[in-house]
Protein backbone atom coordinates (compact mmCIF):
# COMPACT_ATOMS: atom_id res chain seq x y z
CA UNK A 1 0.00 0.00 0.00
CA UNK A 2 1.35 3.42 -1.13
CA UNK A 3 0.85 6.00 1.11
CA UNK A 4 1.87 9.98 0.50
CA UNK A 5 2.31 12.60 3.66
CA UNK A 6 1.14 16.39 3.47
CA UNK A 7 2.23 18.59 6.68
CA UNK A 8 3.69 21.89 6.86
CA UNK A 9 4.95 20.47 10.10
CA UNK A 10 8.28 18.83 9.09
CA UNK A 11 8.61 16.72 12.73
CA UNK A 12 5.02 15.65 12.06
CA UNK A 13 6.02 14.30 8.61
CA UNK A 14 9.01 12.54 10.18
CA UNK A 15 7.20 10.96 12.69
CA UNK A 16 4.77 10.11 10.94
CA UNK A 17 7.25 8.65 8.35
CA UNK A 18 9.12 6.81 10.94
CA UNK A 19 6.24 5.26 12.37
CA UNK A 20 4.66 3.79 9.16
CA UNK A 21 8.09 2.10 8.60
CA UNK A 22 7.07 -0.52 11.31
CA UNK A 23 4.11 -2.09 9.23
CA UNK A 24 4.94 -4.47 6.69
CA UNK A 25 3.46 -3.91 2.88
CA UNK A 26 3.43 -0.46 3.25
CA UNK A 27 5.60 2.19 1.32
CA UNK A 28 5.51 6.09 1.89
CA UNK A 29 5.83 7.19 -1.72
CA UNK A 30 6.49 10.86 -1.09
CA UNK A 31 6.11 13.35 1.75
CA UNK A 32 5.52 17.40 1.17
CA UNK A 33 5.16 20.34 2.97
CA UNK A 34 3.37 22.14 0.77
CA UNK A 35 -0.48 20.83 -0.41
CA UNK A 36 -0.42 22.10 -4.20
CA UNK A 37 3.02 20.15 -4.71
CA UNK A 38 1.89 17.30 -3.39
CA UNK A 39 -0.98 17.15 -5.61
CA UNK A 40 0.87 17.91 -8.68
CA UNK A 41 3.07 14.48 -8.06
CA UNK A 42 -0.61 12.36 -7.26
CA UNK A 43 -0.44 11.52 -11.04
CA UNK A 44 3.12 10.33 -11.18
CA UNK A 45 3.00 8.79 -7.43
CA UNK A 46 -0.34 7.16 -7.62
CA UNK A 47 -0.41 6.61 -3.37
CA UNK A 48 -3.45 4.93 -2.01
CA UNK A 49 -3.60 6.49 0.69
CA UNK A 50 -3.13 10.31 1.52
CA UNK A 51 -2.37 11.83 5.18
CA UNK A 52 -3.45 15.01 5.08
CA UNK A 53 -3.60 17.80 7.53
CA UNK A 54 -6.75 19.62 7.76
CA UNK A 55 -5.66 22.57 8.61
CA UNK A 56 -2.96 23.65 5.95
CA UNK A 57 -2.22 27.38 5.78
CA UNK A 58 -1.87 27.25 2.01
CA UNK A 59 -5.70 25.51 1.05
CA UNK A 60 -8.66 24.52 2.93
CA UNK A 61 -9.31 20.85 3.65
CA UNK A 62 -12.40 20.60 0.84
CA UNK A 63 -10.43 22.24 -1.84
CA UNK A 64 -7.16 20.12 -0.93
CA UNK A 65 -9.50 16.90 -1.48
CA UNK A 66 -11.30 18.26 -4.09
CA UNK A 67 -7.98 18.43 -5.96
CA UNK A 68 -6.45 15.39 -4.73
CA UNK A 69 -9.41 13.10 -6.19
CA UNK A 70 -8.92 15.09 -9.60
CA UNK A 71 -5.30 14.35 -9.36
CA UNK A 72 -5.84 10.89 -8.21
CA UNK A 73 -9.10 8.97 -8.65
CA UNK A 74 -9.59 6.52 -6.13
CA UNK A 75 -6.76 7.47 -3.35
CA UNK A 76 -8.43 7.16 0.16
CA UNK A 77 -7.89 9.93 2.69
CA UNK A 78 -6.21 9.90 6.43
CA UNK A 79 -7.01 13.57 7.98
CA UNK A 80 -4.22 14.71 10.45
CA UNK A 81 -5.23 17.44 12.59
CA UNK A 82 -4.10 19.13 15.77
CA UNK A 83 -8.06 19.82 17.19
CA UNK A 84 -10.36 17.42 17.71
CA UNK A 85 -13.33 19.38 16.62
CA UNK A 86 -12.17 18.69 13.26
CA UNK A 87 -12.95 15.27 13.23
CA UNK A 88 -16.14 15.81 12.25
CA UNK A 89 -15.01 17.53 9.25
CA UNK A 90 -13.10 15.20 8.30
CA UNK A 91 -15.47 12.71 8.45
CA UNK A 92 -18.17 14.98 6.23
CA UNK A 93 -15.52 14.87 3.73
CA UNK A 94 -15.28 11.10 3.42
CA UNK A 95 -11.97 10.35 5.16
CA UNK A 96 -11.33 6.98 5.68
CA UNK A 97 -9.86 8.04 9.21
CA UNK A 98 -8.31 11.25 11.44
CA UNK A 99 -5.71 11.20 13.53
CA UNK A 100 -5.50 13.69 15.87
CA UNK A 101 -1.71 15.41 16.91
CA UNK A 102 0.64 14.15 18.78
CA UNK A 103 -0.05 10.85 17.04
CA UNK A 104 0.04 7.63 19.24
CA UNK A 105 1.14 4.26 17.70
CA UNK A 106 -1.63 2.53 19.39
CA UNK A 107 -4.19 4.90 17.34
CA UNK A 108 -2.19 4.73 13.93
CA UNK A 109 -2.60 0.57 14.65
CA UNK A 110 -6.52 1.13 14.34
CA UNK A 111 -6.12 3.38 11.07
CA UNK A 112 -3.67 1.03 9.21
CA UNK A 113 -6.04 -2.04 10.33
CA UNK A 114 -9.06 -0.08 8.97
CA UNK A 115 -6.98 0.75 5.51
CA UNK A 116 -5.75 -2.70 5.19
CA UNK A 117 -9.75 -3.99 5.76
CA UNK A 118 -11.34 -1.43 3.21
CA UNK A 119 -8.39 -2.46 0.90
CA UNK A 120 -9.55 -6.24 1.02
CA UNK A 121 -12.86 -5.50 0.91
CA UNK A 122 -12.64 -3.57 -1.83
CA UNK A 123 -9.90 -6.58 -4.19
CA UNK A 124 -12.58 -9.05 -2.75
CA UNK A 125 -15.40 -7.51 -4.54
CA UNK A 126 -14.00 -7.19 -7.92
CA UNK A 127 -12.89 -10.67 -7.68
CA UNK A 128 -16.59 -11.80 -6.92
CA UNK A 129 -17.76 -9.58 -10.20
CA UNK A 130 -17.11 -6.18 -11.54
CA UNK A 131 -19.73 -3.03 -10.57
CA UNK A 132 -22.38 -2.04 -12.81
CA UNK A 133 -24.59 1.28 -14.10
CA UNK A 134 -27.93 0.35 -15.61
CA UNK A 135 -29.45 3.01 -17.94
CA UNK A 136 -32.36 1.26 -19.03
CA UNK A 137 -35.66 2.36 -17.40
CA UNK A 138 -33.56 4.87 -14.65
CA UNK A 139 -30.07 5.58 -13.76
CA UNK A 140 -28.95 3.10 -11.16
CA UNK A 141 -25.74 1.68 -9.66
CA UNK A 142 -25.06 -1.86 -8.82
CA UNK A 143 -22.22 -2.71 -6.76
CA UNK A 144 -20.15 -5.77 -7.16
CA UNK A 145 -22.68 -8.90 -5.65
CA UNK A 146 -25.22 -6.31 -4.62
CA UNK A 147 -28.87 -5.15 -5.90
CA UNK A 148 -29.36 -1.95 -8.00
CA UNK A 149 -29.93 1.19 -6.22
CA UNK A 150 -30.96 4.55 -7.24
CA UNK A 151 -28.19 6.73 -6.23
CA UNK A 152 -29.02 9.89 -4.13
CA UNK A 153 -27.92 13.26 -5.99
CA UNK A 154 -26.57 16.30 -4.48
CA UNK A 155 -28.96 18.25 -6.93
CA UNK A 156 -30.47 17.30 -10.29
CA UNK A 157 -27.26 19.29 -12.51
CA UNK A 158 -24.84 16.61 -10.22
CA UNK A 159 -26.50 14.23 -11.54
CA UNK A 160 -26.46 15.65 -15.09
CA UNK A 161 -23.25 15.53 -15.37
CA UNK A 162 -22.68 12.56 -14.23
CA UNK A 163 -25.40 11.06 -17.11
CA UNK A 164 -23.19 13.56 -19.81
CA UNK A 165 -20.35 11.93 -18.71
CA UNK A 166 -21.54 8.76 -18.93
CA UNK A 167 -23.20 9.43 -22.27
CA UNK A 168 -19.57 10.50 -23.14
CA UNK A 169 -17.65 7.87 -21.88
CA UNK A 170 -13.80 7.31 -22.82
CA UNK A 171 -13.89 10.38 -24.37
CA UNK A 172 -12.35 13.38 -23.08
CA UNK A 173 -15.67 16.18 -22.00
CA UNK A 174 -14.15 19.72 -22.75
CA UNK A 175 -14.79 21.65 -19.13
CA UNK A 176 -16.16 24.87 -21.57
CA UNK A 177 -18.88 22.16 -22.48
CA UNK A 178 -19.95 20.93 -19.47
CA UNK A 179 -20.19 24.41 -18.44
CA UNK A 180 -22.29 25.71 -21.32
CA UNK A 181 -24.82 22.48 -21.30
CA UNK A 182 -24.97 22.27 -17.55
CA UNK A 183 -24.48 26.60 -16.19
CA UNK A 184 -25.46 28.59 -18.86
CA UNK A 185 -26.96 31.51 -17.00
CA UNK A 186 -23.66 31.67 -15.06
CA UNK A 187 -20.82 33.74 -15.38
CA UNK A 188 -17.59 31.97 -15.74
CA UNK A 189 -16.61 31.58 -12.22
CA UNK A 190 -19.46 30.80 -10.70
CA UNK A 191 -20.36 27.98 -13.36
CA UNK A 192 -16.54 26.53 -12.55
CA UNK A 193 -17.48 26.70 -8.94
CA UNK A 194 -20.54 24.63 -9.40
CA UNK A 195 -18.58 22.30 -11.84
CA UNK A 196 -16.02 21.69 -9.38
CA UNK A 197 -18.59 20.99 -6.58
CA UNK A 198 -20.54 18.51 -8.80
CA UNK A 199 -17.57 16.87 -9.70
CA UNK A 200 -16.29 16.13 -6.10
CA UNK A 201 -19.46 15.13 -4.94
CA UNK A 202 -19.99 12.82 -7.80
CA UNK A 203 -16.42 10.87 -6.55
CA UNK A 204 -18.10 10.42 -3.01
CA UNK A 205 -21.44 9.20 -4.65
CA UNK A 206 -19.42 6.67 -6.48
CA UNK A 207 -17.18 5.53 -4.04
CA UNK A 208 -19.70 5.06 -1.47
CA UNK A 209 -21.88 2.71 -3.93
CA UNK A 210 -19.03 0.67 -4.52
CA UNK A 211 -18.39 2.30 -8.29
CA UNK A 212 -15.52 1.88 -9.79
CA UNK A 213 -15.39 4.13 -12.75
CA UNK A 214 -13.06 6.71 -11.65
CA UNK A 215 -13.66 10.80 -13.19
CA UNK A 216 -9.73 11.91 -14.71
CA UNK A 217 -8.94 15.71 -14.57
CA UNK A 218 -7.31 15.72 -17.82
CA UNK A 219 -5.04 18.88 -17.40
CA UNK A 220 -3.67 19.77 -20.52
CA UNK A 221 -6.75 19.01 -22.40
CA UNK A 222 -9.03 21.37 -19.81
CA UNK A 223 -11.38 18.61 -19.18
CA UNK A 224 -12.54 15.37 -17.95
CA UNK A 225 -13.37 11.63 -18.75
CA UNK A 226 -14.94 9.17 -16.87
CA UNK A 227 -13.13 5.71 -17.09
CA UNK A 228 -15.54 2.52 -17.18
CA UNK A 229 -12.92 0.04 -18.19
CA UNK A 230 -13.55 -1.84 -14.52
CA UNK A 231 -17.43 -1.77 -14.42
CA UNK A 232 -19.82 -3.31 -16.83
CA UNK A 233 -22.70 -0.89 -18.15
CA UNK A 234 -26.06 -2.52 -19.66
CA UNK A 235 -26.24 -1.01 -22.41
CA UNK A 236 -23.09 -1.73 -24.15
CA UNK A 237 -23.87 -5.71 -23.03
CA UNK A 238 -26.92 -4.67 -24.82
CA UNK A 239 -25.74 -4.02 -28.03
CA UNK A 240 -23.32 -6.27 -28.17
CA UNK A 241 -25.47 -9.19 -27.24
CA UNK A 242 -27.33 -7.79 -30.37
CA UNK A 243 -24.71 -7.28 -32.47
CA UNK A 244 -23.73 -11.04 -31.87
CA UNK A 245 -26.95 -12.31 -32.34
CA UNK A 246 -27.97 -10.13 -35.72
CA UNK A 247 -25.57 -12.75 -37.32
CA UNK A 248 -26.73 -15.70 -36.57
CA UNK A 249 -30.03 -17.28 -37.60
CA UNK A 250 -33.14 -16.77 -35.99
CA UNK A 251 -33.91 -20.33 -36.31
CA UNK A 252 -30.49 -21.01 -33.93
CA UNK A 253 -30.77 -17.54 -32.20
CA UNK A 254 -34.50 -16.80 -31.41
CA UNK A 255 -33.96 -17.28 -27.96
CA UNK A 256 -31.35 -15.55 -27.23
CA UNK A 257 -32.53 -12.94 -28.92
CA UNK A 258 -35.53 -13.23 -26.69
CA UNK A 259 -33.78 -13.09 -23.75
CA UNK A 260 -31.93 -9.83 -25.01
CA UNK A 261 -35.04 -7.76 -25.77
CA UNK A 262 -36.32 -8.08 -22.17
CA UNK A 263 -33.27 -6.57 -20.57
CA UNK A 264 -34.84 -3.26 -22.43
CA UNK A 265 -36.84 -2.49 -19.52
CA UNK A 266 -37.88 1.46 -20.44
CA UNK A 267 -36.29 4.10 -21.98
CA UNK A 268 -32.39 5.07 -21.88
CA UNK A 269 -31.97 7.77 -18.59
CA UNK A 270 -35.61 8.62 -18.49
CA UNK A 271 -35.01 10.99 -15.94
CA UNK A 272 -32.48 13.44 -17.80
CA UNK A 273 -34.68 15.95 -19.39
CA UNK A 274 -31.57 17.28 -22.38
CA UNK A 275 -31.87 17.28 -26.29
CA UNK A 276 -28.74 15.08 -26.30
CA UNK A 277 -30.40 12.30 -24.37
CA UNK A 278 -32.63 12.24 -26.12
CA UNK A 279 -31.25 11.63 -29.79
CA UNK A 280 -29.52 8.11 -27.53
CA UNK A 281 -32.96 7.09 -26.14
CA UNK A 282 -34.54 7.64 -29.93
CA UNK A 283 -31.91 5.20 -31.49
CA UNK A 284 -31.85 2.52 -28.52
CA UNK A 285 -35.61 2.42 -28.76
CA UNK A 286 -35.26 1.64 -32.66
CA UNK A 287 -32.87 -0.40 -32.57
CA UNK A 288 -35.21 -2.82 -30.08
CA UNK A 289 -38.43 -1.84 -32.02
CA UNK A 290 -36.25 -3.17 -35.17
CA UNK A 291 -35.12 -6.49 -33.46
CA UNK A 292 -38.48 -7.02 -31.95
CA UNK A 293 -40.24 -7.08 -34.81
CA UNK A 294 -37.89 -9.20 -36.78
CA UNK A 295 -38.74 -11.57 -33.95
CA UNK A 296 -42.13 -11.15 -33.82
CA UNK A 297 -42.30 -12.03 -37.83
CA UNK A 298 -40.56 -14.38 -37.21
CA UNK A 299 -42.49 -16.47 -34.52
CA UNK A 300 -45.59 -15.81 -36.66
CA UNK A 301 -44.31 -17.08 -40.19
CA UNK A 302 -43.24 -20.27 -37.68
CA UNK A 303 -46.28 -21.32 -36.69
CA UNK A 304 -45.16 -19.63 -32.86
CA UNK A 305 -48.76 -18.03 -32.21
CA UNK A 306 -47.79 -17.55 -28.29
CA UNK A 307 -44.62 -16.48 -28.80
CA UNK A 308 -45.84 -14.18 -31.64
CA UNK A 309 -48.62 -12.66 -29.83
CA UNK A 310 -46.04 -12.19 -26.57
CA UNK A 311 -43.93 -10.21 -28.65
CA UNK A 312 -46.42 -7.78 -30.31
CA UNK A 313 -47.78 -6.99 -26.72
CA UNK A 314 -44.58 -5.74 -25.86
CA UNK A 315 -43.76 -4.18 -29.17
CA UNK A 316 -47.60 -2.41 -28.45
CA UNK A 317 -46.69 -1.46 -24.97
CA UNK A 318 -43.36 0.10 -26.34
CA UNK A 319 -44.82 1.77 -29.27
CA UNK A 320 -48.85 1.82 -29.06
CA UNK A 321 -49.36 4.42 -31.41
CA UNK A 322 -48.20 2.21 -34.40
CA UNK A 323 -51.34 0.62 -36.10
CA UNK A 324 -49.62 -2.18 -38.31
CA UNK A 325 -48.32 -3.52 -35.21
CA UNK A 326 -51.76 -3.29 -33.58
CA UNK A 327 -53.23 -5.03 -36.35
CA UNK A 328 -50.82 -7.90 -36.51
CA UNK A 329 -51.64 -8.72 -33.00
CA UNK A 330 -55.21 -8.26 -33.52
CA UNK A 331 -54.99 -11.18 -36.66
CA UNK A 332 -53.06 -13.05 -34.16
CA UNK A 333 -55.63 -12.95 -31.33
CA UNK A 334 -58.03 -14.01 -33.90
CA UNK A 335 -56.08 -16.96 -34.86
CA UNK A 336 -55.79 -18.06 -31.63
CA UNK A 337 -59.73 -17.84 -30.75
CA UNK A 338 -58.82 -15.09 -28.78
CA UNK A 339 -61.87 -13.00 -30.44
CA UNK A 340 -62.86 -10.75 -27.40
CA UNK A 341 -59.09 -9.42 -26.97
CA UNK A 342 -58.97 -8.94 -30.69
CA UNK A 343 -61.91 -6.52 -29.93
CA UNK A 344 -61.03 -5.00 -26.91
CA UNK A 345 -57.59 -4.38 -28.17
CA UNK A 346 -59.13 -2.50 -31.05
CA UNK A 347 -60.67 -0.29 -29.03
CA UNK A 348 -57.97 0.72 -27.19
CA UNK A 349 -56.31 2.13 -30.08
CA UNK A 350 -59.35 3.63 -31.12
CA UNK A 351 -59.57 5.50 -27.69
CA UNK A 352 -56.22 6.06 -27.82
CA UNK A 353 -55.81 7.71 -31.33
CA UNK A 354 -59.40 9.57 -30.76
CA UNK A 355 -58.78 11.50 -27.03
CA UNK A 356 -55.16 11.59 -26.85
CA UNK A 357 -53.73 12.60 -30.88
CA UNK A 358 -57.01 13.27 -31.77
CA UNK A 359 -57.56 11.34 -35.24
CA UNK A 360 -59.02 8.45 -36.42
CA UNK A 361 -57.93 5.10 -37.33
CA UNK A 362 -56.92 3.99 -40.77
CA UNK A 363 -59.07 2.88 -43.01
CA UNK A 364 -57.39 -0.44 -43.50
CA UNK A 365 -57.58 -1.43 -39.75
CA UNK A 366 -61.16 0.30 -39.32
CA UNK A 367 -62.05 -2.24 -42.48
CA UNK A 368 -60.58 -5.27 -41.28
CA UNK A 369 -62.13 -4.34 -38.36
CA UNK A 370 -65.62 -5.01 -39.28
CA UNK A 371 -65.06 -7.60 -41.94
CA UNK A 372 -63.94 -9.95 -39.10
CA UNK A 373 -66.51 -8.95 -37.09
CA UNK A 374 -69.29 -10.29 -40.08
CA UNK A 375 -67.54 -13.32 -40.43
CA UNK A 376 -67.28 -13.95 -36.98
CA UNK A 377 -71.17 -13.98 -35.27
CA UNK A 378 -69.70 -13.86 -31.86
CA UNK A 379 -68.66 -10.67 -32.07
CA UNK A 380 -71.35 -9.28 -32.71
CA UNK A 381 -73.05 -6.72 -30.35
CA UNK A 382 -70.53 -7.15 -27.39
CA UNK A 383 -69.57 -3.76 -25.99
CA UNK A 384 -66.20 -3.14 -24.36
CA UNK A 385 -65.27 -0.89 -21.67
CA UNK A 386 -62.09 1.08 -22.24
CA UNK A 387 -60.25 2.06 -18.47
Given at each position: MKIMLVDDEALVLNQIRR?????PGISVVGSFGNAREAIM????????????????????????????????????????????????????????????KPLHQARLDQTIKRLMQKRMHKEDMRS??????????????????????????????????????LHQRGNIVPKETLLELLWPELDVKQAANQLYTSIYHIRQCLKQMGIDAPIQNMTIQEGYILDTSRIRIDVDEWEHGLRQVNGLNLTDSHSELRRLLS??????????????????????????YQNARSLARFYEKAMMLEEALAMYERIQDVDPYNEEDGLA???????????????????????????????????KLVDWFEQARKKLPPWRNEETEIG
Open positions: MLSGYRMPELQPDVVFFDIHLPEISGIKAVELAQEACPGADIVFVTAYSEYAVQAFELNAVDYLLIAPSRILCFRSLRFQSSGGSPEIPKWRTAKTQALFAYLLYEGDYLPEIGYGWVEDERERLRKLWLMKLYTASGRHKEAERHYHKLDHLFSNELRIGLTD
